[in-house]
């Protein structure tokens, strides 16, 4: 398996425009993760999708983030309008299940920049 | 709420070296715990994955312990090599998602 895939590796983009990040999962990992990497305030957990389904979306920070799950090899994380305190490193991570004990599969990560 | 702790922030040390990375974390009704690396600019790697039935893990010169009554897990790196320069990353997985530590930044010195 190719392993998690993550779009774009980099996004630059200006204040208010739209940012959409895109993942691939692993065939057959049952959980979608995405998270945000900063130095200030570490690895969060935006939201979490199992089945498709948004689980848990409590770590999303304001209404200009969604995050959709259309079907089991694809999810989108929009940002609209941007601001460059959303500048950070995005990761998509799958897995099976923690209950099944699956280990946490990570991406390469998008690095958005929005000056 | 869930919060994960790890110590220390960094380390230094010089090739050859045995070290111990902690990880502490606050709820222990736990699925499992898992060890990740991460280099510069990449994304995470699992090194270890601890279930809450177990004690520890082991992989080549890797091994995890896990005490859950006292919220605790160690990662152990024997005979350190250069390459294994990078941040290790802790992370609970409780009610099926995972809450991250901020990690340890290794410098292994040849």
């Known amino acids: 398996d190719a392993g998690v895939i993550q779009s774009p590796r980099h996004e630059v983009t200006e204040m208010g425009q739209e940012v959409t990040l895109r993942c691939k999962p692993i065939?057959?990992?049952?959980?979608l993760f995405w998270y945000r990497q900063t130095m200030m305030r570490g690895l969060e957990l935006l939201i979490y999708f199992n089945n498709n389904v948004p689980i848990d979306d409590s770590g999303m920070p304001e209404d200009r983030f969604s995050a959709k799950m259309p079907n089991a090899s694809f999810s989108t994380l929009k940002i609209q309008p941007s601001e460059p305190r959303d500048s950070a490193v995005y990761f998509c991570?799958?897995?099976?299940?923690?209950?099944?004990?699956?280990?946490?599969?990570f991406g390469n990560g998008t690095r958005l920049t929005v000056t | 709420k869930q919060e994960v702790t790890q110590i220390p922030a960094a380390l230094s040390v010089p090739e050859g070296e045995n070290l111990v990375l902690n990880c502490s974390f606050t709820?222990?009704?736990?699925?499992?715990l898992q060890w990740f690396r991460q280099d510069p600019g990449k994304g995470l790697t699992s090194l270890l994955l601890?279930?809450?039935?177990?004690r520890e893990q082991t992989s080549g010169r890797l091994n995890a312990s896990l005490d859950k009554s006292s919220g605790r897990s160690t990662l152990y790196i024997a005979a350190s090599q250069p390459g294994d320069s990078a941040t290790y990353l802790c992370a609970n997985s409780g009610t099926y998602k995972y809450i991250f530590g901020t990690g340890t930044r290794l410098k292994v010195l040849a």
């Open positions: 065939s057959g990992h049952d959980y």
């Open positions: 991570a799958s897995s099976r299940g923690a209950e099944y004990n699956s280990p946490l599969h």
């Open positions: 601890i279930q809450s039935s177990q």
């Open positions: 709820d222990s009704a736990i699925y499992n």
